[in-house]
């Protein structure tokens, strides 16, 4: 089965910039997505289709897919970035959805 | 306003069953794949299962295969995972969220429903 290895944690100071890696073998042929979750809330998508951004989510935000790592880049962090984040992608040879296993922001 | 709430969340003993809920408004629940993901006490994301628009095509991770059922009616605006035989590690939060197709993002979430599995 498809995995997907983040690293457990990151820290960055406020006004920096953070970078949260997603490995895969061969992820730049599939669609990744991040999704940002507070404690004790419901994720919320936070960049879709490797850079897009929903509706809502700050241009802060940005995604790139190359390789075999996907990376969400949150610019000039603030504190309220503080979260779990979570990247995902659709594994077509076995219909699965595959989560990575989330990497904990911590703005210094 | 777009809304998704689950509900049927509930303490139940190893070997037992579980149906969760989830209602769906303020969007045309029947043009959307849905979805459960669950989440370990203190651990990471984990897809369950997912449902096409019409209910005709299901898919579900592996360790539920065979014990959990995912199906949805769309007159009632409503989304159900039928759980039997529960495991001590299926204890988590369900989470229901909606996708517009099987490769996108799961970009409306529910506040999610506790089921804990012990004796």
């Known amino acids: 089965s498809y995995v997907l290895t983040q690293p457990p944690s990151v820290s960055v100071a406020p006004g920096k910039t953070a970078r949260i890696t997603c490995g895969g073998n061969n992820i730049r042929s599939k669609t990744v997505h991040w999704y940002q979750q507070k404690p004790g809330q419901a994720p919320v998508l936070v960049i879709h289709?490797?850079?897009d951004r929903p509706s809502g989510i700050p241009e802060r935000f940005s995604g790139s897919n190359s390789g075999n790592t996907a990376t969400l880049t949150i610019s000039r962090v603030e504190a309220g970035d503080e979260a779990d984040y979570y990247c995902?992608?659709?594994?077509?040879?076995?219909?699965?959805?595959?989560f990575g296993g989330g990497t904990k922001l911590t703005v210094l | 306003e777009v809304q998704l709430v689950e509900s049927g969340g509930d303490l139940v003993q190893p070997g037992g069953s579980l149906r969760l809920s989830c209602a769906a408004s303020g969007f045309t629940f029947r043009s959307y794949w849905m979805s459960w993901v669950r989440q370990a006490p203190g651990k990471g994301l984990e897809w369950v299962a997912n449902?096409?628009?019409?209910?005709?095509?299901?898919?579900?991770v592996d360790s539920v295969k065979g014990r959990f059922t995912i199906s949805r009616d769309n007159a009632k605006n409503s989304l159900y995972l039928q759980m039997n035989s529960l495991r001590a590690e299926d204890t988590g939060v369900y989470f229901c969220a909606r996708a517009e197709s099987f490769g996108s993002g799961s970009d409306f979430w529910g506040q999610g429903t506790l089921v804990t599995v012990s004796s």
């Open positions: 449902i096409k628009r019409d209910g005709s095509e299901k898919y579900y």
């Open positions: 289709y490797d850079s």
């Open positions: 995902q992608v659709w594994d077509s040879s076995s219909d699965h959805w595959v």
